[in-house]
């Protein structure tokens, strides 16, 4: 797509993940979602005169856990600043950040595309770092002039913020990256990235590369763009604003460093940026060490046991799949963007089946399919992977070739039942004259004593039979499988 | 590091002002310049000391890694959080709006 | 003896026995507020019921026999930058006028534990910015040795009320000096233990990195009780040490024989009133008398120290003052309430929320307040934090390795604790400069984060005290309130009372 437009789109973007803690960053208040406005609040979360933040240990831990699978170096020493700004979200009046020395730096994560939309992306992380987040502010939008309600629940919930390089080169590409990154924070635990509870948020900084006739590179103003509330407002959003940064150039050639950086928001319903109105003064945020808190050391001891608590990344995680149980990149690619939980679930089931392209194909084409239609989770799957691989291999052993298995296994989702119950519920009990004569076969073949004493005249020594019938097919009609015998051995003579 | 101070200008302080959020009158200014210009020219003696090699000190403890465990405490209520708030409405604070002109000329 | 003229150590002893009640004993002081208050200002909120309610319970959990705390039925005031669910804190400011905190502060908690009694909430310079007291909201002290002078700042309140006999005890705040030098200069005994001694939490705060809680009593003694009781880790405060607590009280009646005490050359250049330098040689000596030995001792930065702290302690306060806005609580103001447009206004305010804040801060905001929070701001806005901020951390370094250094040949460091005796009441109102000057000799300690101690060593001839200050290494409290005591054991300053109470003879 940007090969064909005559500028490349130049993306950078800004990710604020909240963290899986119970309490915030600097108090015991509970960081749950959807609390009655301001019961979620203390003196320190309130900003209370003489209260004190005292750092939460599974945020700090949950943030080193990020950037090291973000493979960011980790400083050995940090510390956090006030950045200072007045806003009613913000009861203290400043923010409790890291501003010089954030305890990681310089990582990356890379997107590919299995299809290969696009090639490979190597994004640069610039840094990570642990910061409280601020409450939230109800404006009257139609009057402009009501008052705000302030709710600060949230105030004070731990946050990651992770500052990419302007290393994306399209919005889908820059789509796919929020994906690859949200997949690996939820695996890790990291965060739940719920775009819809405000516990991922991303803003995004764009500007065009034009080539120019004289060989230069001509660069369009940084817009940071806000207010996007899904990853497909992100591309929808980014598509806009280069579209709209290049008519803006055709007209004005104006280029980077002439204007300060603007901010517009996205208008998601009217599909558009607009520009955001932004004083000068209120970007002077006045860092300084917050004396509240003391400085964090961390060893490289802490560091190697986070890594060995960490999980497998989903990067490393689809080679895993690939080469343990054979199967291709893409079905790798899809199995391990379903999350840990469709991971495991696959994993147990392909050990059981013993062929993990079997059971890869019946989680994409089945299990999936479920899935998506019921809005499910594989936590909640009726189904448990040692049923489904009973199923599995019985169509593998051809007691039910596939279209029959696929109605077993919607008979097994639908009624929560194992195998054997649906299968006698439907009525599949029913085993075709041709399996009958070729299970007595099997069983004359392997019984020639008997085969013997029927020949002789003992046709009762048939019974014998039956058992070891009935043990390979519970299904098979005793008196039949008794006639058909006497009929065959008969034809033998 | 021996730059000697440039006197405050009464833009300087307005500007100030606006960004510590204090409402400053004509009179106000005027004197505020004065006397801040008097005290940043008082401390600006510390221009006086080579303090290239020395590393600044924030604070006067040693102290590093103090942490709490993630372990949830009691909140306030509602009522007790909204105490002494100028306005609300039972379950929020109120402020005037955030967006918009404040009708100044 | 009345109970008003007896110390906290006595108190405490005799209503353990029984000879007077927390009752009488908290009546006692509450008769003496109503009587004194009224010339002095030391007191903004006194709580007479709640502390008789609680004075009868503790009589009457001792009379049935519970276990009670170690103050128990202890009269005591708060600096009210403190913290307290049952009664204001308002900082002595406009802003916080009538604030409830929904909680106690770490100390106050710790005193209830005790079975304290707490008699009211004290005057002070508005959120401690100030070294007179008369950058109250509410009225300036009167030095109770001279109703027409200051008793200084900004622990006035606290100062006086001890010196007035309006409490046995109370607690102070000390950022720059701010116990130390009302201490001084009312002839009482505080105490500003080392950075993290004593939990900040709940006091309100003006500069964090500097501020620190402690006791003002009549003799080193009642501190040394006191800190038994307010010292200790708090895992609510990060920058609380979690050093375990001496028994102060057991450590303080030891000989000084061997003890170092350095005395800065410097304490005594231009500007030191030469009444105070008497006093502060005479202490000199009876230390000396004590055994221990003096021995001058370099602080080459000293001079640098009020230069600094006027940085550091403005850009802290600028930031932990930024949350009084109208937004949440304190002080808003109501639209069209200003005496005078704002300049800001021409240019147009952001939106009604902006202009809120900013008329809020101008209303409930004090001159002194304003002036640190703009200077702080100035110094670490862009451009300038470097040559300002920067540079004052730099100079902080070494200001603290000064005092690291000299106390590698000393164990403390004796001199005065201000250049002269309270002043006028009015003489250093229009000059901000001047005011900031009284901090000379106590702002290296805060900078340092170390330990001093204030305690009367003398008079003027006009009959006013003259305060002798000792500093000590990081936690060497026990050192300071064991060298001030044997002081006390010797001499009888701190007996003294201003003419309205005539002399303590514990």
């Not at chain 1, 964090?296 to 895993?320: N, Y």
């Not at chain 1, 399996?435 to 019974?463: F, H, M, T, W, Y």
Request: some cysteine; proline content about 7%; aromatic content about 6%.
């Amino acid at each position: 797509m940007s090969n064909a437009a005559p500028y490349t789109t130049i993306i950078g973007l800004e990710v604020h993940v909240q963290l899986m803690t119970r309490t915030k960053l600097f108090c015991g208040c509970s960081t749950k979602f959807g609390g009655a406005p301001n019961t979620q609040v203390c003196p320190t979360c309130l900003g209370l005169p003489g209260s004190l933040p005292v750092m939460n240990r599974q945020a700090f831990d949950l943030a080193l856990r990020a950037a090291l699978a973000l493979e960011c170096s980790i400083a050995p020493f940090t510390k956090w600043d006030r950045k200072n700004y007045f806003y009613p979200d913000l009861p203290k009046g400043y923010q409790i950040s890291q501003f010089d020395l954030p305890f990681s730096s310089d990582g990356t994560l890379e997107v590919v595309d299995p299809k290969g939309a696009f090639e490979p992306r190597r994004v640069g992380i610039i840094r990570v770092h642990l910061e409280e987040d601020a409450g939230k502010s109800m404006h009257d939008e139609a009057a402009g002039t009501g008052d705000t309600r302030i709710d600060l629940n949230r105030a004070g919930t731990p946050l990651c913020e992770i500052v990419t390089q302007p290393d994306l080169r399209s919005p889908p590409e820059a789509r796919a990256w929020l994906n690859e990154l949200k997949l690996l924070l939820v695996y890790l635990g990291v965060s739940d990235c719920n775009m819809q509870e405000g516990s991922l948020r991303v803003d995004a900084n764009v500007n065009l590369h034009i080539p120019q006739p004289d060989g230069r590179i001509a660069k369009t103003p940084i817009v940071e763009i806000k207010n996007m509330n899904s990853f497909r407002s992100v591309e929808r959003a980014l598509t806009y604003e280069a579209a709209r940064q290049w008519e803006e150039w055709q007209a004005t050639k104006a280029e980077m460093g002439k204007t300060p950086k603007q901010t517009r928001g996205w208008d998601d319903p009217a599909g558009i940026t607009r520009a955001q109105r932004h004083k000068e003064e209120s970007s002077d945020y006045r860092y300084f060490p917050e004396p509240d808190l003391v400085p964090v050391t961390v060893t490289a001891e802490q560091i190697a046991s986070i890594r060995d608590g960490m999980g497998e990344p989903p990067v490393s995680l689809r080679k895993t799949l690939a080469s343990k149980w054979m199967i291709s990149p893409y079905d790798a690619d899809v199995l391990v963007n379903q999350g840990r939980d469709l991971v495991d679930y696959f994993e147990d089931l392909a050990t059981r089946v013993g062929e993990g392209k079997v059971a890869s194909n019946w989680m994409q084409q089945d299990v999936l399919r479920i899935l998506n239609e019921t809005n499910g989770t594989v936590a909640a799957f009726p189904i448990r992977p040692a049923g489904l691989a009973d199923l599995i291999s019985r169509v593998m052993k051809g007691d039910f070739d596939t279209s029959r298995g696929r109605e077993i296994f919607a008979e097994m989702v639908t009624s929560g039942r194992p195998v054997d119950e649906v299968v006698a519920s439907m009525g599949i009990s029913a085993v075709s004259d041709d399996d009958v004569i070729a299970l007595c076969r099997e069983l004359l073949a392997a019984n020639p004593k008997i085969v013997a004493d029927v020949k002789s005249g003992k046709e009762q020594a048939a019974a014998g039979l039956i058992g070891q019938a009935k043990k390979k097919n519970p299904n098979v009609n005793p008196g039949k499988v008794r006639a058909t015998c006497i009929d065959l051995i008969r034809g033998m003579d | 590091m021996t730059t000697p101070p440039q006197p405050l200008t009464a833009k300087d302080v307005a500007k100030v002002g606006l960004l510590a959020r204090l409402a400053l009158s004509e009179s106000d200014l005027e004197r505020m310049t004065g006397e801040l210009s008097k005290i940043v020219g008082f401390v600006s003696m510390l221009g006086e000391l080579d303090t290239s090699d020395v590393a600044p000190l924030a604070h006067p403890l040693d102290t590093q890694n103090v942490f709490r465990d993630d372990v949830p405490a009691a909140s306030l209520t509602t009522a007790e959080a909204l105490q002494s708030a100028p306005r609300h409405d039972g379950e929020c604070f109120l402020v005037p709006a955030v967006l918009g002109d404040s009708g100044a000329a | 003896m009345q109970p008003i003229e007896m110390s906290a150590v006595d108190l405490v002893a005799a209503l353990r026995q029984g000879d007077i009640t927390a009752v009488q004993c908290t009546t006692a002081f509450l008769d003496r507020i109503e009587a004194t208050n009224g010339s002095i200002n030391a007191f903004l909120a006194v709580d007479r019921d709640g502390a008789l309610t609680r004075a009868a319970d503790i009589d009457a959990r001792r009379k049935a026999g519970k276990q009670l705390g170690a103050l128990a039925g202890l009269p005591m005031a708060l600096k009210d930058v403190l913290c307290t669910a049952d009664m204001p804190t308002t900082c002595a400011s406009k802003m916080l006028q009538g604030f409830r905190p929904p909680y106690d502060a770490d100390v106050v908690a710790r005193l209830r534990k005790a079975d304290a009694v707490f008699v009211g909430k004290t005057n002070m310079d508005e959120f401690a910015m100030g070294g007179s007291n008369e950058n109250s909201a509410f009225g300036p002290v009167r030095n109770p040795w001279d109703l027409s002078r200051a008793p200084g700042g900004s622990s006035g309140g606290s100062a006086a009320c001890v010196a007035g006999d309006m409490a046995p005890v109370a607690i102070g705040s000390d950022t720059g000096g701010s116990i130390r030098q009302p201490a001084g200069l009312c002839g009482i005994t505080g105490l500003k233990p080392t950075y993290g001694r004593v939990s900040r939490r709940g006091l309100v705060a003006f500069a964090s990195s500097l501020d620190q809680i402690g006791p003002m009593a009549r003799s080193a003694a009642d501190c040394a009780l006191i800190m038994e009781t307010i010292a200790g880790h708090d895992p609510g405060d990060s920058t609380s040490l979690a050093v375990d607590v001496p028994r102060y009280t057991d450590l303080l009646d030891k000989p000084l024989a061997g003890i170092r005490i350095g005395r800065v050359p410097e304490h005594y250049a231009e500007g030191l009133d030469p009444e105070v330098a008497k006093g502060v040689d005479e202490a000199f000596a009876v230390l000396k008398a004590a055994g221990a030995t003096v021995h001058d001792v370099k602080l080459p930065h000293a001079k640098y120290g009020i230069p600094t702290y006027y940085l550091i302690a403005p850009c802290e306060a600028s930031s932990n003052l930024a949350r009084y806005d109208g937004a949440h609580y304190g002080h808003r103001a109501e639209p069209g309430g200003h005496r005078a447009e704002p300049v800001q206004k021409a240019g147009g305010f952001e939106s009604p929320l902006v202009e809120m804040y900013c008329r809020s801060r101008a209303e409930g905001f004090g001159p002194e307040v304003k002036r640190r929070i703009m200077l702080g701001t100035y110094a670490l806005s862009a451009g300038y934090y470097d040559a300002y901020y920067a540079k004052a951390l730099r100079v902080r370094r070494l200001i603290r390795q000064d005092y690291l250094d000299a106390f590698q040949s000393v164990d403390l460091i004796g001199g005065p604790v201000s250049a002269t005796p309270a002043f006028k009441l009015g003489e250093k109102t229009d000059d901000p400069l001047a005011m900031y000057l009284v901090d000379l000799y106590t702002v290296g300690t805060n900078l340092a984060g170390v330990g001093g101690i204030s305690f009367p060593c003398g008079f003027t001839k006009s009959g006013l005290p003259i305060g002798f200050q000792l500093q000590a290494p990081p936690l060497a409290e026990p050192l300071l309130l064991q060298a001030a005591d044997r002081f006390q054991r010797l001499t009888d300053w701190h007996r003294r009372r201003p003419k309205t109470t005539g002399e303590v003879k514990a």
